[in-house]
């Protein structure tokens, strides 16, 4: 099933009956919202995102890192749960976290998550940037990133000993008629703005040049399947196309600048080449410059990755609230529900009323902070107190409004895990 797997009426009906009786059989009632990821659904992702990746490097004949493998870093901005950041890892094929702040990478080495955390992000935290320079094993497993001079003057000098690990964001976007299509990210676009920030790098002896990232929004963060857009989405599938062509000769041209830049400063070559997302996992494994890949939406399935063409993977995320009201017929009304997307305002930034199906938003109104109202053909058959499931427009993003993940296997309550705000972080 292309999109949103399991999106049927019978089959999301089925979904709300049986995660209404897994929460239903826990010995105490569970605080709303009720968030819970499905584990089946879960581990069926991962192993379907490295299914992707081997199959790719197969058929284009590439290869990288062991055994010409390309892993899988795991993006953990899409999951802010440590034990499902470690159930990813778990998986063969995935390796590494992708962190979205120094902070989090910090707390992600001290408690034995990963030994190998690349931040996504440029940091100017001058705390977490000192702890950083004073920690053997976190000097050891964190890579930085910079993409200009104003960034790189602010990293320390270690206070132990070892070497600063530096990767370099590069700009990954498609430029096409004096138009910038793709995430307004890195300054860094050419090969030699490349190398003059690799040169200031390779400048400074406590900084190692190990790394460079290269993310393709553009490809990997838009559907391009969308029922009822089919001329949008074969715009969409122009622009991956055209990106992809572009990207494949700019990447080279960087690696071979920056193997150059690392041979003559007497520096061991680049560790990674990093690139990509869930929604580009094939075209960016066959670039034979790419060294490894990073996903983490694929893995819960937010509603912004259903209809893609290159894959169709099984949403393992949801929150649950409870009916509190019956305005009238064919009309309830949940408590909560404004877990609204960051990104550009709009309808599809808000969660979707999933289970049962024949529920929607009302315009005028959306999805509130403290209550929601829901209209649609299922209304008149739910009761005060049941729960109404919904999906999320992005991944990892619900965990921020609770302590717990609900971890459900089959009909079962199998378990939970500590979000980062369960843990009393806030990055």
């Given at each position: 099933?292309?999109?949103?797997?399991?999106?049927?009426?019978?089959?999301?009906?089925?979904?709300?009956?049986?995660?209404?009786?897994?929460?239903?059989a826990?010995?105490?009632p569970?605080?709303?919202?009720?968030?819970v990821?499905?584990?089946?659904?879960?581990?069926?992702?991962?192993?379907d995102?490295?299914?992707?990746?081997?199959?790719?490097?197969?058929?284009?004949?590439?290869?990288?890192?062991?055994?010409?493998k390309?892993?899988?870093?795991?993006?953990?901005?899409?999951?802010?749960?440590?034990d499902?950041?470690?159930?990813a890892?778990?998986?063969?094929g995935?390796?590494?976290v992708?962190?979205?702040?120094?902070?989090?990478?910090?707390?992600?080495?001290?408690?034995?998550?990963?030994?190998?955390?690349?931040?996504?992000?440029?940091?100017?935290?001058?705390?977490?940037?000192?702890?950083?320079?004073?920690?053997?094993?976190?000097?050891?497993?964190?890579?930085?990133?910079?993409?200009?001079?104003?960034?790189?003057?602010?990293?320390?000098?270690?206070?132990?000993?070892?070497?600063?690990?530096v990767a370099?964001?590069?700009?990954?976007?498609?430029?096409?008629?004096?138009?910038?299509?793709?995430?307004?990210?890195s300054?860094?676009?050419?090969?030699?703005?490349?190398?003059?920030?690799?040169?200031?790098?390779?400048?400074?002896p406590e900084?190692?040049?190990?790394?460079?990232?290269?993310?393709?929004?553009q490809?990997?963060?838009?559907?391009?399947?969308?029922?009822?857009?089919?001329?949008?989405?074969?715009?969409?599938r122009?622009?991956?196309?055209?990106?992809?062509?572009?990207?494949?000769?700019?990447?080279?041209?960087?690696a071979?600048?920056?193997?150059?830049?690392?041979?003559?400063?007497?520096?061991?070559?680049?560790?990674?080449?990093n690139?990509?997302?869930?929604g580009?996992l094939?075209?960016?494994?066959?670039?034979?410059?790419?060294?490894?890949?990073?996903?983490g939406?694929?893995?819960?399935?937010?509603?912004?990755?259903?209809h893609y063409?290159?894959?169709?993977?099984r949403p393992?995320?949801y929150?649950?609230l409870?009916?509190?009201?019956?305005?009238?017929?064919?009309?309830?009304?949940?408590?909560?529900?404004?877990?609204?997307?960051?990104?550009p305002?709009?309808?599809?930034?808000?969660?979707?009323?999933?289970?049962?199906?024949?529920?929607a938003?009302?315009?005028?109104?959306?999805?509130?902070?403290?209550?929601?109202?829901l209209?649609?053909?299922?209304?008149?058959?739910?009761?005060?107190?049941?729960?109404?499931?919904?999906?999320h427009?992005?991944?990892?993003?619900?965990?921020?409004?609770?302590?717990?993940?609900?971890?459900?296997?089959?009909?079962?309550l199998?378990?939970?895990?500590?979000?980062y705000?369960?843990?009393?972080?806030?990055?």
């Amino acid at each position: 099933m292309r999109g949103a797997a399991a999106g049927g009426v019978v089959e999301r009906n089925r979904l709300w009956r049986r995660l209404c009786d897994a929460v239903a059989a826990s010995p105490d009632p569970l605080p709303t919202p009720v968030v819970v990821v499905d584990l089946d659904a879960f581990d069926a992702n991962a192993a379907d995102l490295a299914r992707r990746v081997t199959e790719a490097n197969g058929a284009n004949g590439t290869a990288a890192g062991p055994e010409g493998k390309r892993p899988i870093r795991v993006a953990s901005k899409s999951l802010r749960v440590p034990d499902l950041i470690s159930r990813a890892l778990a998986t063969p094929g995935f390796a590494g976290v992708l962190a979205y702040t120094l902070a989090e990478a910090l707390w992600l080495v001290d408690h034995d998550v990963s030994d190998d955390v690349v931040v996504a992000y440029p940091s100017v935290d001058r705390g977490a940037l000192a702890r950083l320079a004073a920690s053997p094993a976190a000097l050891a497993a964190v890579t930085v990133m910079v993409d200009c001079p104003e960034q790189l003057a602010l990293l320390p000098q270690p206070t132990v000993g070892s070497r600063l690990r530096v990767a370099i964001d590069v700009d990954a976007g498609l430029r096409i008629a004096g138009a910038h299509l793709g995430p307004k990210r890195s300054p860094l676009h050419t090969a030699e703005a490349i190398g003059e920030l690799a040169g200031l790098i390779l400048a400074r002896p406590e900084l190692a040049l190990v790394g460079v990232m290269t993310y393709e929004g553009q490809v990997a963060g838009l559907a391009d399947d969308v029922p009822g857009q089919r001329g949008r989405s074969a715009v969409v599938r122009r622009v991956k196309g055209l990106s992809v062509r572009q990207l494949g000769p700019r990447r080279a041209e960087i690696a071979a600048e920056l193997d150059r830049l690392l041979a003559q400063a007497g520096e061991p070559p680049l560790e990674f080449f990093n690139a990509g997302g869930s929604g580009s996992l094939e075209t960016s494994s066959a670039d034979p410059v790419v060294t490894e890949v990073t996903a983490g939406s694929g893995l819960l399935v937010p509603s912004l990755f259903d209809h893609y063409r290159s894959f169709a993977p099984r949403p393992a995320a949801y929150f649950g609230l409870p009916v509190t009201r019956r305005p009238g017929p064919g009309m309830v009304t949940v408590h909560g529900g404004g877990l609204v997307a960051s990104g550009p305002a709009g309808s599809d930034r808000l969660p979707t009323p999933w289970a049962p199906a024949g529920l929607a938003l009302l315009p005028m109104e959306g999805a509130g902070e403290v209550q929601t109202p829901l209209v649609g053909e299922a209304a008149d058959r739910l009761s005060v107190g049941d729960l109404v499931w919904f999906r999320h427009a992005k991944s990892g993003e619900p965990f921020e409004h609770t302590p717990t993940a609900w971890l459900v296997r089959g009909e079962a309550l199998v378990g939970s895990a500590t979000t980062y705000r369960g843990h009393g972080l806030a990055f």
